[in-house]
Each structure stands twice: as structure tokens, then as C-alpha cells.
Nanobody
Framework: QVQLVESGGGLVQPGGSLRLSCAAS????????ITWYRQAPGKQRELVAD????????NYADSVKGRFTISRDNAKNTVYLQMNSLKPEDTAVYYCRVREYWGQGTQVTVSS
């Protein structure tokens, strides 16, 4: 059974930082591309960043380039999303995805 569990969300002030984690089980993690998505209230889910199986290739949405960094630790079956210089428009539920599997999401709220 594949499980993806996100953590690390919370309430942060504009300009602050958070690091999200997505821990996977039941899947050969190291062979898969991992993707972070987010969905804000009333908006469609959007791709935030993805990372290749070996971690050597990453891609980012234009809205987060230069502020967010995706990384992975295949030994720990975990992918991370370091989010810096957070803005109110980054407020959303953040999800990780591996193939057809999704986590339950973690809420990120950026507000003063």
C-alpha cells in the first residue's frame, strides 16, 4: 500500500520560511519523479516543483523560482520543499505526488 504523508505546514508571516516534507512508503521511491502541487481556495491545483529520481533535475513554477527549493533524500524516502520569502499568495494546501498517488496535503498560511 502506497502512502505519502506531508508535514511541515503552518502559519507564517510574509517573508518567513517553512520546510515541507513528504515521506513515502510502499513504493520504490528512488525510481520516481516527485512533484509538489498546491491548491488555494477557489483555485485549481497547480504544479509548484518537481524533482527527478536522482535529484539532479528540478523544475519550478515561475511564481516560486528563486524562493522555493525542492530536494530529496532517497535513503529516507523523503522529499522536501524549502520555502523562503513567503508571500500571502503562497497560501494553499500543498500536496506531493508520486505517479498516481497523492498525499493528504498540508496547509500553508502566509499572513501577518
Amino acid at each position: 500500500q502506497v502512502q505519502l504523508v506531508e508535514s511541515g505546514g503552518g502559519l507564517v508571516q510574509p517573508g518567513g520560511s517553512l520546510r515541507l516534507s513528504c515521506a513515502a512508503s510502499g513504493i520504490i521511491f528512488r525510481f520516481n519523479i516527485i512533484t509538489w502541487y498546491r491548491q488555494a481556495p477557489g483555485k485549481q491545483r497547480e504544479l509548484v516543483a518537481d524533482i527527478s529520481s536522482g535529484g539532479g533535475t528540478t523544475n519550478y513554477a515561475d511564481s516560486v523560482k528563486g524562493r522555493f527549493t525542492i530536494s530529496r533524500d532517497n535513503a529516507k524516502n523523503t522529499v522536501y520543499l524549502q520555502m523562503n520569502s513567503l508571500k500571502p499568495e503562497d497560501t494553499a494546501v500543498y500536496y506531493c505526488r508520486v505517479r498516481e498517488y497523492w498525499g493528504q496535503g498540508t496547509q500553508v498560511t502566509v499572513s501577518s
